[in-house]
Every structure is written in structure tokens, then in C-alpha cells.
């Protein structure tokens, strides 16, 4: 065993294991709530390559939920930091990174040579555009749906996205992918939990919705349930890998 700081995780994995996780390349897309702390989970267990892909940069209201925001972080670019972080835990890793917006124009190229992939994309459009791509090109992905508005982390699942319910956004993304012909079944974390206050997209029709590109409507939210959803993702990918 030559890193120490895997030792815990040696007991746990055996050393077959690591030295897969190690190999393994996987990528984020997304890094706020639900995204940084999926990116923190897999540099903990050991991944050895990384791409991340974020056009954003670290804003105030961020401070309550993202594990990059930090007051003297506010205004830094979020693949930065993440990389940065990951280096900080482990210097061995290779980390790729895009401050760019994932579209149709630079999907086959940002996404090129991943093993897996984390979606962690929290607007309608740019996420249908992902998830069609990735269900067309058999991209093994686990994708994260709404984290706001709720409370509850004991109705977190990890289940096919078929099987999701009380879930604006996996209904939506259903809907959308079916028109496109696709019949949606890739792993997906999502909450059983009932939004707690109503959601003014929910009269809004889906085609005004999916146009609005970036925009989105701002939901409530609180500083663990992000968090919980990523790290589950992340174990989603750590758990693939290890068995492999």
C-alpha cells in the first residue's frame, strides 16, 4: 500500500480495488451543490482522472450549500477550485478542466474518454441535451435530479429514473427523452420527498421551460440535501468501479 491515506479504504475495498478506482477516469458535470461534493467523495476514494465541466463562477447566494463557496472564494471560477481541491487531497490525480457550457457544439469533445460520468446539471434543457447524448452514445452515467425544496435525506433514492416519483424534474426529463424516442433508464438519484412549497414551473408548459436555456426558476434550499444526492452519486460510480 503506498498512499497511507488510503489505508481505511484498503480495508474495506482490498487493494484490487484501488488500483482500479485509481485507473479510472471520471467526469462532473456540474460543480455546486450536488456536484462538488460528488467531486469530493470520488478524490477521497481514490480516483485517479478527472474532468470537470462548469461555466460558473462562485456567487454569495452559493455560501449556503456548495462546498467550493467560501467567502474569499466568491468570484473564482468553480473548475478551479475543484481542481485545486482534488490536487490537495490527492497531488498524484489528473484533473481535466472546462469553464465551459455544455451544448450540442461541444458535447462529443468535453465529454471524450471518461469511464464514467456524473450529471449534476440542475437546468431542463442543457440536462435533456446531456442525458440524450449519453443515453445514445451508452455512456455509463448516473444522473441527479431536483435537490431543492426539501428537507427530508431519509427519502433520498437511488433507483432507475423510471421508478422516480414526486419529482417535477425527473417527470419533466422523462417526458422530454420520450419524445425524443428514448426510453429513460439509467441510474438516477432523486427524493420521494413532496416539494415543500409549490413550484411556479409546475403550470408553466414544458416547451417555454426547456427554451429558457441557463435561466431557471430559483427554488429554496438547504446546506445537506445537495450534498447527500452527490455523495450518493459518487458511490454510484465508486461502487461500478470496484466491482468491475
Not at 484501488?18 to 467523495?41: D, M, N, R, T
Amino acid at each position: 500500500m503506498a498512499d497511507p491515506a488510503l489505508n481505511r479504504s484498503a480495508l474495506l475495498l482490498g487493494e484490487e480495488a484501488l488500483a482500479k478506482l485509481k485507473a479510472a477516469s471520471v467526469c462532473v458535470i456540474g460543480l455546486g451543490g450536488v456536484g462538488s461534493y460528488a467531486v469530493e467523495a470520488l478524490a477521497r476514494a481514490g480516483i485517479g482522472h478527472f474532468t470537470l465541466i462548469d461555466f460558473d463562477v462562485v456567487g454569495p447566494t452559493n455560501l449556503n450549500r456548495q462546498l467550493l463557496a467560501l467567502r474569499d472564494t466568491i468570484g473564482q471560477a468553480k473548475v478551479d477550485l475543484a481542481r485545486r481541491r482534488i490536487l490537495a487531497i490527492n497531488p498524484e490525480a489528473e484533473v481535466t478542466c472546462h469553464q465551459e457550457f455544455l451544448d450540442a457544439a461541444n458535447r462529443a469533445e468535453l465529454l471524450a474518454g471518461a469511464d464514467f460520468f456524473i450529471d449534476a446539471i440542475d437546468s431542463l434543457g442543457p440536462k435533456i441535451g446531456l442525458l440524450e447524448y449519453a443515453v445514445r452514445q451508452e455512456l455509463k452515467l448516473v444522473s441527479v435530479m431536483g435537490a431543492g425544496n426539501r428537507l427530508d435525506p431519509t427519502q433520498v433514492q437511488l433507483t432507475s429514473i423510471k421508478k422516480s416519483h414526486n419529482c417535477p424534474l425527473a417527470r419533466r426529463v422523462r417526458k422530454f427523452l420520450g419524445r425524443r424516442g428514448i426510453k429513460a433508464d439509467f441510474p438516477c438519484v432523486w427524493s420521494s420527498e413532496l416539494p415543500l412549497r409549490p413550484e411556479e414551473e409546475a403550470d408553466t408548459p414544458d416547451e417555454i421551460i426547456l427554451q429558457r436555456g441557463r435561466q431557471r426558476q430559483t427554488v429554496g434550499s438547504v446546506s445537506y440535501l445537495p450534498a447527500i444526492m452527490g455523495m450518493v452519486a459518487a458511490s454510484w460510480v465508486i461502487r461500478q468501479i470496484a466491482r468491475q
